[in-house]
């Protein structure tokens, strides 16, 4: 019996050991679509406790806790910080073969140095243990990074913000570049005229334009995609249910945006048109500047309406969506391309059903013009586990090039989520090695171990165009 969480954890074969001690897990990283604040690595954090960097905010323990019978006060309320990480110590021991069990101990063991398992009996050690170190100058925000050799990552940020954060950490010179991306699905979305007309007015507050009609929105858009690249973006991102594409008219946008400036309610289906205009015309500024534009695709948002009205939205009550994808998203894709105006592009996709239906998808706008242009992102979600990773990397194996593959993101609001990045690692090493191991690829490290360091890092660097 193997012990649990060892120097060889996932790795079954010794190719599969080489690929990973040898070329693999010293790599740096780059983390080119995160949640984290920028305001808390500007400021240099030191979290108050374990529970206030660790709990808060992450949706995923909450879920466990919920599930495991957790009162929602020792979740989201107002419980001391304390009491609030006993009841996550007391669900711990029930997730084993969720991969909130595997995250848990890889995130005590680095950077805590703790390898002692997490239950109501070790709690409170670890709960005083963890939060004496976060006290300690070693494990601010900014050495955190540095200590899992972070080199860049993305924050995800709306077109209204100012990127103070951002241009202060430009100015001081922090080593590890923070770039934002640029993420407008407030601006697309005139579900409710309520909230998109309040959002509008602090759009153009910001752009230092007043929103009248559709070209103003544009232009607002625009300028604040041009103050996004000056600041060093270089991706967009959306996240939606499908792609819109819907036929419409550039008159009859203009005449929706008019009633919803109004304050009237609009149809379905013209919400529907305005999201694929807004869609186009957005993509066609990332193709111009040169950006990667990101679509995280088949999220069924919001589902409890009683627990969205008590807490709000994002706070884990979502789940796997099955919306159409293949016709609209062809159909985008198309629109673009024809016109030559695709920009580099990321499609991640969070139902399993539609994984072969991406990794195709992607295949038919690879144009030679960049090596892996349309890329079938990391499993996302519900799927970055082992199992669903698995999933996402044989598929892309299989209907595509796994060895032009940008690699793992963490996707995280929690500045202990790096080991993500060394569980991806090592399943993709495991699985290289297993094929080789059963004379399903020749043994050459030599080039294996290249395509390893190249998804881990490199392909990152050169299809951002990073430094």
Not at 78 to 84: H, I, L, M, S, V
Not at 134 to 155: A, D, G, H, M, P
Not at 250 to 258: L, Q, V
Not at 350 to 357: I, K, M, S, T
Request: hydrophobic share 35%; aromatic share 12%.
């Amino acid at each position: 019996m193997k012990p649990f969480l060892s120097e060889d954890f996932l790795l079954e074969t010794e190719t599969a050991r080489r690929l990973y001690f040898e070329h693999a897990s010293e790599m740096p990283i780059i983390d080119y679509h995160c949640h984290l604040p920028p305001q808390q690595i500007s400021e240099d954090r030191n979290f108050e406790n374990l529970t206030k960097i660790w709990l808060d905010g992450d949706h995923y323990k909450w879920r466990a806790m919920r599930t495991n019978g957790v009162d929602e006060k020792f979740i989201t309320g107002n419980a001391p910080d304390f009491q609030k990480f006993e009841k996550w110590a007391e669900t711990v021991p029930f997730t084993m073969r969720n991969p909130l069990y595997h995250w848990t101990h890889m995130e005590l063991k680095k950077p805590f140095g703790i390898n002692t398992l997490l239950n109501p009996a070790t709690a409170r050690e670890i709960y005083e243990r963890c939060t004496g170190l976060l006290q300690q100058k070693e494990f601010s925000t900014k050495n955190i990074l540095r200590y899992f050799k972070v080199k860049l990552l993305c924050t995800t940020d709306d077109p209204a913000d100012d990127l103070k954060y951002h241009k202060d950490l430009r100015e001081e010179g922090f080593e590890i570049q923070v770039l934002p991306t640029f993420r407008a699905d407030k601006a697309i979305s005139p579900d409710s005229p309520e909230y998109y007309n309040a959002y509008l007015e602090l759009l153009g507050a910001k752009a230092g334009i007043v929103i009248r009609n559709f070209s103003d929105l544009l232009a607002a858009l625009k300028k604040r995609h041009d103050f996004f690249h000056e600041m060093g973006c270089r991706l967009s991102d959306h996240g939606l249910e499908h792609v819109y594409a819907e036929d419409f008219k550039e008159s009859d946008i203009k005449k929706i945006f008019e009633r919803v400036r109004k304050g009237e309610t609009v149809s379905l289906e013209d919400q529907f048109r305005f999201k694929s205009s807004m869609l186009l015309e957005l993509a066609q500024m990332d193709h111009a500047r040169g950006w990667t534009q990101q679509f995280h695709l088949g999220a069924l948002r919001n589902n409890n309406t009683r627990m969205k009205n008590t807490l709000g939205p994002d706070t884990g009550f979502d789940s796997i969506g099955d919306f159409e994808m293949a016709r609209p998203l062809s159909k985008f894709l198309d629109s673009l391309d024809k016109n030559n105006k695709l920009a580099k592009t990321i499609l991640y996709n969070l139902n399993p059903a539609d994984n072969y239906l991406i990794a195709t998808m992607t295949g038919n706008f690879n144009d030679g013009s960049f090596p892996g242009k349309i890329q079938f992102g990391s499993g996302w979600w519900f799927l970055d586990q082992k199992e669903a990773m698995e999933w996402q990397i044989n598929a892309l194996s299989n209907l595509g090039l796994l060895s032009r593959f940008v690699g793992m993101l963490t996707d995280s609001r929690s500045f202990l989520s790096y080991p993500r990045h060394d569980y991806f690692r090592r399943i993709l090493c495991n699985l290289i090695g297993n094929d080789v191991e059963k004379g399903l690829l020749p043994g050459e490290l030599e080039w294996l171990g290249k395509m390893v360091e190249n998804i881990s890092f490199y392909n990152a660097r050169h299809f951002f165009n990073f430094n």
